[in-house]
């Protein structure tokens, strides 16, 4: 059987001080940021200017403090932890191109 774990199960403790970069804000994309602004974690998502779905980010970062919108360069660059939310077939280019040049020692990267 499953374990199933609620909000209070969670130590974002972990989080504090860190800045979470989402790559993508497709149907992972906007789902895994928007849940992480609303549990209190400091979210930028990365997209290309004029990507369709950079004005659907935005409306939500009006009304969220703690959740940015930006060129995905400068995610990379703010973000300590980077989860690469994008179709398998653009993936590599994305993160080689836009993603790799800015990780850092300590950073953390994560793909689904």
């Not at 149907?27 to 950079?54: D, F, I, K, Y």
Request: with cysteine.
């Amino acid at each position: 059987m499953a374990k199933i774990f609620y909000q209070e199960d969670c130590n974002l403790s972990m989080l504090e001080g860190k800045t979470i970069a989402v790559i993508g804000y497709g149907s992972q994309g906007h789902a895994h940021s928007m849940n992480l602004a609303e549990s209190g974690c400091n979210v930028v998502v990365g997209l290309r200017q004029g990507s369709g779905h950079w004005q659907k980010a935005a409306a939500f970062a009006e009304k969220n403090p703690n959740f940015k919108v930006m060129e995905i360069e400068d995610a990379a660059k703010a973000g300590d932890l980077v989860m690469m939310l994008v179709p398998d077939e653009i993936a590599a280019d994305i993160y080689n191109k836009q993603v790799a040049p800015f990780m850092k020692d300590g950073d953390v990267l994560m793909f689904a």
